[in-house]
């Protein structure tokens, strides 16, 4: 049973386009969403985090928007670069089983020139 | 400072084969994990650990068994291999619950394949 629903499961976006990725989830007892940034070949490497009580944090180019009631959040890449080009991933934190991470299935974005 | 380090980075092994595969982390965290990655699947959580001698099952446990005898090291152990564990495995650990700010830290992965 996937945890964390993530889509889309692709995407390409021109150099300084927006970039989207969506995920939701149904367990209320999830408290902590971040997102994972892949590159090929690596391990994912901790991009933004965002905690329920805010519905949206930003850094740099990076925002994650967080709506509560809706059981959703989701990554906003702006002025994409060809460098953002990656797997991303959003997860999700189940306080019963010992702070282990459930992630999304992945989205895998392409920044063209 | 080496972060999480997993050997070996590529491995083959036969039908009804059995490995091991190795993280050890130096940043002195409590909680570590194994992942497996397939395609399209996104990363399911095999066994995770939150400290020495404490280990617990994930996800998707069968097949695999872990040990965690000192804070660096967890070992993962394949036993009996089958085609469904080819796979790309990513060890990772964390400060705490991974929440404050710091994230969970990944190796660079083992790619193995079952044949």
């Known amino acids: 049973q996937q945890q964390v629903k993530q889509s889309p499961q692709s995407l390409i976006v021109q150099k300084g386009g927006i970039s989207i990725i969506n995920c939701a989830y149904e367990n209320t007892a999830f408290d902590y969403f971040p997102w994972y940034q892949q590159f090929p070949g690596k391990g994912p490497a901790l991009l933004i985090a965002i905690r329920p009580d805010v519905s949206e944090k930003k850094e740099g180019r990076f925002t994650i928007s967080f709506n509560k009631s809706a059981k959703q959040f989701s990554l906003h890449i702006m002025d994409s670069q060809p460098g953002d080009s990656a797997t991303y991933f959003c997860a999700a934190s189940l306080i019963n089983s010992g702070y282990a991470l459930n992630f999304g299935k992945g989205t895998s974005l392409l920044v063209t020139p | 400072n080496a972060g999480v380090t997993q050997t070996p980075k590529f491995r083959i092994l036969k039908i009804g084969q059995s490995m091991t595969l190795q993280c050890t982390q130096d940043?002195?965290?409590?909680?570590m994990y194994w992942y497996r990655q397939d395609p399209g699947m996104g990363l399911k959580l095999i066994y995770y650990s939150v400290g020495a001698g404490i280990t617990d099952k994930g996800e998707v446990p069968n097949g695999y068994n872990v040990s965690r005898s000192t804070t660096e090291d967890f070992p993962l152990r394949l036993e009996l291999a089958a085609p469904s564990q080819t796979s790309v495995y990513f060890c990772a650990s964390s400060f705490d619950r991974g929440v404050s700010g710091y994230g969970y830290t990944f190796g660079s992965g083992t790619r193995l394949t079952v044949v």
């Open positions: 940043m002195n965290h409590n909680y």
